[in-house]
Nanobody, 120 residues
Framework: QVQLVESGGGLVQAGGSLRLSCAASPSIFRINTMGWYRQAPGKQRELVATITSRDSTNYADHVKGQFTIFRDNAKNTVYLQMNSLKPEDTALYYC??????????????WGQGPQVTVSS
């Protein structure tokens, strides 16, 4: 089993920056792709960005050039650097990890979803 512990959410003014981090607990499971998703009030959860274990990244169109995802495999940690934040970026941000068990079964784990609030 894997636990994801997130940090870095909070309140920021428009144009500001925040960095989210998500640390996965040590495990015999192999962590593959990690990513960030967000859910704004009244909306469905949506992809923000993902990164594979080989650092291949994928971004939602609306955050390209604004957000950067990166990871430290030695620490089992993924980060999301968010710049030029806008009020529409306000949401709960969930960390996700796709992991592989020793017997080759894949599981998805989610973090608790820190709140990011951007004031205008």
């Amino acid at each position: 089993q894997v636990q994801l512990v997130e940090s870095g959410g909070g309140l920021v003014q428009a144009g500001g920056s925040l960095r989210l981090s998500c640390a996965a607990s040590p495990s015999i499971f192999r962590i593959n792709t990690m990513g960030w998703y967000r859910q704004a009030p009244g909306k469905q959860r949506e992809l923000v960005a993902t990164i594979t274990s080989r650092d291949s990244t994928n971004y939602a169109d609306h955050v390209k050039g604004q957000f950067t995802i990166f990871r430290d495999n030695a620490k089992n940690t993924v980060y999301l650097q968010m710049n030029s934040l806008k009020p529409e970026d306000t949401a709960l941000y969930y960390c996700n990890a796709a992991v592989l068990s020793p017997d080759w079964r894949q599981f998805d784990y989610w973090g608790q979803g820190p709140q990011v609030t951007v004031s205008s």
